[in-house]
């Protein structure tokens, strides 16, 4: 998977990385903290589609469900890829935050 990445000041979303893989996603709606200058995703992801279905449909099964909101997000998802499934994480660095989707 390929997900573009953006350091920003003030994150809504930000991907937390254990050495090269993606530990886990915090979200500022689900009451999580990000940390000013953390990294948060412009919006735009490149998956392959493999399985991914499946891959879903077993991540639903036992979900990580928000602590606020109560659903099934599919930003976990994506740590759910890499812990789980053993997914690779391109990271597209991206210098400007205005690209982000906010």
């Known amino acids: 998977m390929t997900v573009p990445l953006v350091p920003m000041k003030d994150p809504y979303v930000e991907y937390v990385f254990a050495g090269a893989h993606l530990d886990r996603i915090q979200s500022v709606r689900e009451g ?3 940390r000013p200058g953390g990294l948060s995703d412009v ?3 490149c998956l392959s589609t493999t399985d991914l279905a499946g ?3 077993r991540y639903v099964a036992r979900p990580q469900i928000g602590s606020r909101t109560g659903e099934v997000n599919f930003l976990p998802f994506l740590a759910y890829l890499t812990r789980e499934k053993g997914w690779a994480m391109n990271v597209v660095p991206v ?3 205005n690209e982000a989707a906010v």
């Open 55 to 57: 891959d879903w449909m």
């Open 95 to 97: 210098d400007d935050e």
């Open 32 to 34: 999580d903290r990000c």
């Open 43 to 45: 919006g735009i992801f």
